[in-house]
Each structure stands twice: as C-alpha cells, then as structure tokens.
C-alpha cells in the first residue's frame, strides 16, 4: 500500500533527528487525563502513543478515586496518578484530556481545572471532554480563552459544538472545521476519511490523505490524541503538530495494513508502534 510522503517535508520540525546532547527533558512531559472506571483503556491508548512518538516523560491521570492497576505491565515506562494529583503538578509542559473522562459532574470539574491550569501550554481536547463543552457554557467560555487549544472531534463531537447534526457537519465539512476553529480560537482536526485540520490565526487548510478504514475501530482517535500531545510536547507548534500528527496516525495505520494483507482487525494498540517506525523512517529519508 502506498504511504504519502510529501508530509514530512511540508513538517520539518516533527521528521529532525535528535540532537546528540539532548537528555530526556528535552523532549517534554505530557499529562494525559481521562480513563474513568471502565475507560480506562483510553489513556493507556493515549499514553502508550506518546511514549512511541517520543515524549520524554508521559503521566496517565485516571479520573477515579484509586489507580485502577499499579502498573502498565506493558508499559512501566508510562507513570500513573489520580487526575487530582495530576492537577498540581508544575513541570508539565502539554496537556491532553477528554479520552474516556466521562460526562458526570465529576468530570465537569477535572475538565474546568484543566482549562485552568493549563492556560500557558499546548492542550488536546478531545472525545468527552468536546461533549462537555458542547454541553457545558462554563467550560466552553473557559475554552475560548485558551490561548493554546487543540480540538479533535469526530463527525458526531463537531456536530454537538456547532449545535447541528452529523449529516449537515459531513456535507460541508471544511466549513464546519473553520466554523468550530473560529468559534474556539483553536487549532482543529475534523476526523475521519481525509481528515481536515484548520487554525483559527493561519488561512490554510490541511486535508490529510493517509489512512484507510482500518482506523474505524475502537481507541484509535485516543493514539491520535497522544500522538499530537506527544508532539506538543516536544515543543513543536500546534499546527505542526497536529497536522503531522494525523499524518503520522493514518500512515502508520497504512504501513499495519500493508503487513496485516488489508485493513481488516487493526487493532489500536498496534499504531503506536508503527507511528514510532514511520517517524523514525521519514527522519532517516531526510537526512
Ligand atoms: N478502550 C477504551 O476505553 C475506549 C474508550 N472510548 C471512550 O468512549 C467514550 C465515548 O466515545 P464515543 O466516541 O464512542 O461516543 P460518542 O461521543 O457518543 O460518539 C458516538 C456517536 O458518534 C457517532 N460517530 C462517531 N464517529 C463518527 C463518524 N466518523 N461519522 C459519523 N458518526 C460518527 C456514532 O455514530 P453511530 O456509531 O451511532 O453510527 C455515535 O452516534 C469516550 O470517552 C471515549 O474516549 C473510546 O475512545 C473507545 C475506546
Ligand atoms: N474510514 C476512515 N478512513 C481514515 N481514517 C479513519 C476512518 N475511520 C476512522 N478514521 C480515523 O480514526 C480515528 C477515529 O477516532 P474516534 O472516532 O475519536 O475513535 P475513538 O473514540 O474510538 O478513539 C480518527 O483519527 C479518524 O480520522
């Protein structure tokens, strides 16, 4: 199967080798907070995702009272904490939460502490936390005075925050991208078939064009979420990071399918590893 590589030119910041003093700190911490009971798999999705893309230090913050596991057996790497613990940390520099948070009044305020706290860094919002804007004023007024917010929505979540249905968000999408990206002062990728991603402060809009129907299972918008946290976090611009970021998800999910023999029963947990091999593929052609 054919991977597009016009990407990594158009994104240098993302596709540049490492400089050879760099340490770990140099590449960033994200927190990633979501995961609440019976969710849990989507911020090991999302954590999992960035410690491929390369963070330096990944925190996973579960929205519920005690740590569902003390451990990512697969991951030990990953470092776990309550989503309240999370909160007072000082030394994060990107934020990611949304992915499995759930919509109750509890989460209404983790999401409200975020926007807070994170006022002065890069910030995914994605899955609930998009419903709980859509749903919430408070929240979404705190969002527009974000001045570094990313937004992820699915057909469904864009149709929520526009307060129109699907059908009118998948019949005009690249209105309904700039529609959103204005609404929020935000950058935002509209998923699905050819992803669009747009900036409210930048004229251009992106159309992604790698990714196949493989993606349409379950956790793979939550390794989309860590991998553009990820990026963020190592410093590169929202813009391009989230545009590379989805370029990098969806040819990794190209590249699975061209080993699996189609596109059939990719899991999500399997990107991850195939955005580290695509990343690290496209810095080695450019050198
Ligand atoms: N392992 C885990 O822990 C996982 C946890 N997860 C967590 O689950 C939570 C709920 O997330 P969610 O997206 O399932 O619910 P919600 O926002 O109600 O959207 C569903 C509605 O949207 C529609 N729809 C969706 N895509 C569409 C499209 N492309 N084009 C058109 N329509 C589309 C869809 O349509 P339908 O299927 O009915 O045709 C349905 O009506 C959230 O916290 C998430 O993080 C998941 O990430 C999975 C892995
Ligand atoms: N048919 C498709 N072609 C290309 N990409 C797809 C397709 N279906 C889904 N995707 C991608 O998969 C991801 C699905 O995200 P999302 O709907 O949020 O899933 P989840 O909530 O299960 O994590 C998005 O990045 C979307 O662009």
Redesign the pocket.
């Known amino acids: 199967m054919e991977i597009c590589v016009n990407a990594p030119s158009m994104f240098p910041s993302v596709f540049m080798p490492r400089p050879l003093d760099s340490h770990k700190g140099t590449f960033g911490t994200l927190a990633i907070i979501?995961?609440?009971q019976?969710?849990?798999?989507?911020?090991?999705?999302a954590s999992t995702a960035a410690v491929y893309t390369g963070c330096g230090k990944v925190w996973a913050g579960f929205h519920q009272k005690t740590l569902p596991m003390p451990i990512i057996a697969q991951h030990p790497e990953i470092m776990l904490a309550c989503a309240h613990e999370l909160l007072i940390r000082e030394d994060i520099s990107a934020w990611v939460t949304?992915?499995?948070?759930?919509?109750d009044e509890d989460a209404v305020i983790v999401l409200e502490k975020v926007l807070s706290k994170s006022m002065n860094a890069p910030l995914l919002l994605?899955?609930?936390a998009?419903?709980l804007l859509s749903q919430r004023p408070q929240l979404s007024t705190l969002a527009q005075q974000h001045s570094h917010l990313i937004l992820t929505p699915?057909?469904?979540?864009a149709?929520?925050l526009l307060g129109i249905s699907?059908a009118d968000?998948?019949a005009d999408r690249h209105s309904a991208v700039k529609a959103i990206a204005q609404k929020y002062q935000a950058t935002v990728v509209l998923?699905?078939?050819h992803s669009l991603v747009y900036a409210f402060d930048n004229d251009t809009l992106y159309t992604n064009h790698s990714g196949n129907p493989g993606l349409?299972t379950?956790?793979?918008?939550?390794v989309l979420s860590g991998v553009i946290g990820a990026l963020c976090a190592q410093g590169i611009d929202n813009w391009q990071a989230t545009c590379a970021g989805v370029w990098l998800h969806g040819a990794a999910a190209d590249y699975l399918a061209s080993q699996i023999g189609g596109e059939i029963g990719l899991l999500?947990s399997e990107l991850p590893h195939a955005v580290r091999y695509i990343r690290n593929r496209a810095i080695q052609q450019r050198k």
């Open positions: 979501g995961g609440s019976g969710m849990s798999g989507a911020i090991v999705l949304g992915c499995g948070l759930g919509l994605d899955a609930d998009l419903t699915h057909p469904t979540e149709a929520r699907t968000i998948q998923k699905g078939h349409a379950a956790g793979s918008g939550d999500s």
